[in-house]
């Protein structure tokens, strides 16, 4: 379904695009009539979704790649294999490209730019605490917060994954933390080190 997204807080196609490319080898006819059912046709990908739309996908997505594993786990797993997929796309490749030049920090530091690219609901707050130690406190923007359903840990245990391949990618061997979570807004604070 196509999605206003001024009103109501969306996933953008280079989401989706990424997440078809990682996840390619998983999406059987059965899976794609499933997902279409749910809202979004991977055969034809819209310019948006409405991010309620997209986590009944990724619902789907982490049950079919990572079924196995606690819901936690599997969204990370999600995660990290969106970012492997993300990489191939043309935007993902040159934010590859550019993070392994300027490095660990500096790359974690434009993750606020790298969310806007797929969706426009992410505010991202960052505090330097050392050389080898962020904050990053990403969040639901406050005038969507009210059109968003889902209250789970998703989206958090999501996005740590994303951040976790983000560090693997760039070449930083380091952890990945939840040191803060409001679930119920969708508020969660990060702490990334590195070696």
Same mark, same amino acid.
């Given at each position: 379904?196509?999605?206003?997204?001024? #009103?109501?807080?969306?996933?953008?196609?280079?989401?989706?695009?990424?997440?078809?490319?990682?996840?390619?080898?998983?999406?059987?006819?059965?899976?794609?009539?499933?997902?279409?059912?749910?809202?979004?046709?991977?055969?034809?990908?819209?310019?948006?979704?409405?991010?309620?739309?997209?986590?009944?996908?990724?619902?789907? #997505? @982490?049950?079919?790649?990572?079924?196995?594993?606690?819901?936690?786990? /599997?969204y990370q797993h999600l995660g990290r294999l969106f970012?492997? @997929?993300?990489?191939?796309?043309?935007?993902?490749?040159?934010?590859?490209?550019?993070?392994?030049?300027?490095?660990? &920090? /500096?790359?974690?530091?434009?993750?606020?730019?790298?969310? /806007?690219?797929?969706?426009?609901?992410?505010?991202?707050?960052?505090?330097?605490?050392?050389?080898?130690?962020?904050?990053?406190?990403?969040?639901?923007?406050? &005038?969507? #917060?009210?059109?968003?359903?889902?209250?789970?840990?998703?989206?958090?245990?999501y996005r740590q994954g994303v951040l976790q391949e983000?560090?693997?990618?760039? @070449?930083?061997?380091?952890?990945v933390q939840v040191v803060d979570a409001k679930h119920?807004?969708?508020?969660?604070?990060?702490?990334?080190?590195?070696?």
């Amino acid at each position: 379904m196509a999605t206003d997204p001024t #009103l109501e807080p969306v996933v953008f196609g280079a989401a989706v695009d990424g997440m078809r490319k990682a996840l390619g080898k998983h999406f059987t006819p059965a899976l794609l009539e499933t997902l279409k059912q749910a809202g979004v046709d991977f055969e034809k990908p819209q310019v948006a979704y409405s991010l309620d739309t997209w986590l009944v996908v990724m619902r789907a #997505l @982490g049950a079919t790649v990572a079924g196995e594993v606690p819901e936690h786990e /599997r969204y990370q797993h999600l995660g990290r294999l969106f970012m492997r @997929g993300f990489v191939e796309t043309p935007l993902g490749f040159a934010a590859l490209t550019a993070g392994k030049l300027v490095g660990i &920090k /500096r790359t974690l530091l434009r993750m606020g730019r790298n969310f /806007r690219t797929a969706s426009n609901y992410i505010e991202t707050e960052f505090v330097e605490v050392g050389p080898h130690e962020l904050r990053i406190r990403t969040f639901i923007h406050e &005038k969507f #917060l009210p059109r968003v359903s889902d209250r789970s840990t998703l989206i958090a245990d999501y996005r740590q994954g994303v951040l976790q391949e983000v560090l693997a990618l760039v @070449g930083g061997v380091g952890s990945v933390q939840v040191v803060d979570a409001k679930h119920d807004r969708h508020d969660v604070t990060f702490r990334i080190t590195w070696a």
